[in-house]
């Protein structure tokens, strides 16, 4: 048999595939796009079906069971906290898996999943599928998982890395139908985008003058940090060079431009290499198909802090909640409550300290609250999770200037955090700082 063959004898309905699936069983979704056909089968079948234990990584598509009165079918799980599940672990309906750093967790603890479901691309010429705009760990998931539900769309973007798997490794397949989801009008994960105010465009002003020539970056997702990429700060620089867990809106714009071209990278020279594409807009996304500048691998390469610090001068810039005076970095919760997740932020922050020329680059408006809360804090709010220690915090930029924490003292870190906050709270951070470490 032929994959052609192979691949029609596969191919069934959503009702049909989601049978496989029975109660107890645990089931999880890739990371990425939800499969939507499939997710909706499955919901379908909840008053069949009971004790499901439902793992989501990356929730993006508003299914009833993150809603109060599925609990008897679906025991929700999820690896990062976007705003279709926010209510439910607020309300501790469901859970949150804690990720590790390279998000492709140790197999010797990972959790066996009895059915998979995945969106993929239709086979090429050669029968392999592609993972459309992010791979993550799907290929190790697809290969663990005892079965392997795929939706399959002719619409999903291609590109070159290690993006792809063969038909033979699928055990069902089934169609999409579109949604008319359009690329560009969302972030990579899955949130609303809004413009950039004056806020945006002064951190996004500091940020520029922190980059040079040849620089390698990498570039987190959402907030004040995407808008770095959009708003010309980078345009005058030359042979920027790309290894990121995730392309933001603007990236391939910068390819487009001339501006990165990776010809100074210490490893995978001319290269844009990410996990994750999506979020662009439209005119980016088609860019990005099958062109041999982008290649995605899997979280395990991308993320391993040796291959983000084997890049000399490597710049990475996340974004953060709050940040203390003692330069502990929260990206993840306020106090106890979960608004986000880990994603590669401490990976990069551990990569780029051990490259040379590295820095590592934290952005963050300076209040939040319409302007009644302070992010430069004197100490996180209890029950705040760390995301990157103290002993990792380098760089800190807010719209009122650029904190430098590398090499410093207690006592100079606070002062240069209060130097970036509002002015309305720097008298009152200074006289608490005082209080705790000044004699």
């Not at 004898?9 to 939800?34: C, D, R, T």
């Not at 980059?211 to 940090?225: F, L, N, P, R, S």
Request: proline letters at 5%; glycine letters at 12%.
């Amino acid at each position: 048999m032929d994959w052609k063959e192979e691949y029609e004898s596969k191919m069934i309905s959503p009702e049909e595939a989601i049978k496989v699936i029975k109660s107890g069983g645990h089931v999880a979704f890739a990371y990425g796009l939800e499969p939507n056909d499939l997710g909706l089968a499955l919901v379908a079948k909840a008053g069949d079906i009971k004790d499901i234990q439902l793992y989501v990584p990356a929730p993006g598509r508003d299914f009833p069971w993150y809603e109060s009165g599925w609990e008897e079918a679906f025991n929700v799980s999820v690896g990062y906290i976007l705003p279709v599940a926010r209510n439910m672990i607020e309300e501790r309906r469901g859970d949150y898996k804690v990720g590790g750093l390279l998000w492709a967790e140790d197999p010797s603890v990972r959790e066996p999943v009895d059915v998979l479901l995945i969106y993929l691309s239709t086979p090429d010429e050669h029968g392999y599928c592609g993972f459309g705009a992010s791979l993550w760990d799907k290929k190790r998931a697809v290969r663990a998982a005892k079965v392997v539900l795929a939706e399959v769309s002719p619409d999903l973007i291609r590109t070159y890395g290690d993006n792809y798997i063969h038909v033979s490794e699928i055990d069902y397949f089934v169609p999409h139908t579109p949604t008319g989801r359009a690329p560009g009008t969302t972030d990579i994960l899955g949130r609303k985008t809004t413009g950039p105010g004056e806020v945006e465009k002064a951190i996004a002003e500091y940020v520029g003058s922190l980059v040079q020539d040849g620089d390698t970056i990498e570039v987190g997702v959402g907030g004040a940090v995407e808008w770095v990429l959009q708003l010309g700060v980078l345009e005058n620089k030359h042979d920027l060079g790309v290894h990121s867990e995730n392309l933001p809106r603007g990236m391939a714009s910068l390819v487009m431009k001339g501006v990165i071209t990776g010809k100074r990278k210490s490893i995978n020279p001319g290269k844009v290499v990410s996990t994750a594409c999506g979020g662009g807009t439209k005119e980016e996304m088609d860019f990005i198909n099958m062109n041999h500048t982008f290649e995605l691998y899997g979280s395990d390469y991308v993320l391993d802090p040796r291959v983000i610090a084997a890049h000399d001068n490597m710049v990475a810039i996340n974004g953060a909640l709050a940040v203390d005076l003692t330069g502990q970095i929260a990206s993840e919760s306020v106090g106890p409550t979960m608004v986000s997740g880990t994603g590669g932020q401490l990976a990069f922050a551990i990569g780029a300290a051990l490259s040379k020329g590295g820095r590592n680059i934290t952005v963050l408006p300076s209040t939040a609250q319409g302007g009644k809360v302070s992010r430069i804090v004197l100490q996180l709010e209890s029950g705040t999770v760390v995301t990157v220690p103290r002993t990792l915090a380098d760089i800190v930029v807010t719209e009122h200037g650029i904190a430098r924490l590398k090499g410093k003292t207690q006592r100079q870190r606070a002062e240069e955090l209060i130097n970036v906050a509002r002015p309305d709270f720097r008298t009152e951070l200074r006289e608490e700082a005082k209080r705790l470490y000044w004699p």
